[in-house]
């Protein structure tokens, strides 16, 4: 499916070298968009390159990043916002996990998801920022999760991080609101991707909720289909979602009845 919004737009993807985030890269390349990719493996990177620009015949540049390494993530965006006349859209897509509880967590381990979903993540929203709101133009999209709105046990410090996500996407969206930007965040439930690998040392969680996993294409359609529309929420299952929001309303009684189930991690 060609998205006539996206032919000849530049678009910056973290976090590209597998699961959603080379998924969305696909759909994006595949609809005539530029696009620079940014992940920690370099060599999945090119070969992902080499695919989209055979393939579709549309630009491709790819770059190794660590969106923990704030210094570098200056240099990345530097470059690119040197080889791109401008940035229209922006997926902020690296993040991972550990499930583990809050007395188990090593400082390392809540240090580590802090600076990657949180703090990289608000890094690399701000080398785009300025030229964004100069045009006037652009798309943020934050991939968060539903983690971020109904925290579980084990997962105490990986749904802090989300909740920042959030509260920053929340925040930003306001900011920009008068400058056609647009903010958008996606909340998917468990993703049948490599992030369980690390995520999910045991198997645990992965055996319990496998028959509910979301495939990585089907997240990375809505993405796509989403950018450059004023949509705020992407809430992935939508019965999910609505376990937030009865989380807001009976938060009490929802985590008396589901606190069996949220320990199967």
């Not at 770059?63 to 080889?83: G, H, M, Y």
């Not at 703090?119 to 030229?131: E, Y």
């Not at 539903?146 to 105490?156: E, L």
Request: charged share 25%; net charge positive; glycine share 6%.
């Amino acid at each position: 499916m060609v998205r006539e919004q996206l032919k000849e737009k530049n678009i910056i993807i973290t976090g590209a070298s597998g699961g959603i985030g080379a998924e969305i890269a696909k759909l994006c390349a595949a609809s005539g968009a530029n696009l620079a990719l940014l992940a920690r493996s370099e060599d999945k990177l090119v070969r992902l390159q080499t695919e989209l620009q055979e393939s579709y015949q549309v630009r491709v540049e790819v770059f190794q990043l660590d969106v923990a390494d704030s210094e570098k993530i200056k240099e990345v965006f530097t470059t690119i916002n040197s080889r791109f006349d401008h940035i229209d859209i922006l997926v902020n897509n690296a993040g991972y996990g550990v499930f583990r509880e809050a007395h188990l967590a090593t400082i390392e381990e809540i240090k580590g998801m802090f600076d990657v979903n949180v703090v990289g993540l608000m890094a690399c929203t701000s080398m785009v920022l300025p030229k964004m709101r100069e045009r006037r133009y652009g798309h943020i999209i934050n991939i968060a999760s539903q983690a971020g709105k109904i925290a579980t046990p084990k997962s105490s410090v990986y749904s802090a991080s989300k909740h920042a996500v959030l509260g920053f996407t929340n925040a930003l969206r306001m900011e920009l609101s008068d400058l056609n930007v647009k903010v958008t965040a996606v909340n998917p439930g468990p993703i049948a991707t490599n992030f369980f690998n690390i995520a999910d040392e045991k198997g645990t969680y992965v055996k319990n909720v496998q028959r509910f996993m979301l495939k990585p294409e089907f997240v990375a359609k809505k993405v796509v289909d989403c950018m450059l529309t004023n949509t705020r929420e992407i809430n992935l299952p939508r019965w999910m979602n609505m376990g937030s929001i009865v989380y807001v309303l009976f938060p009490r009684l929802f985590e008396r009845i589901g606190k069996k189930a949220f320990n199967q991690k």
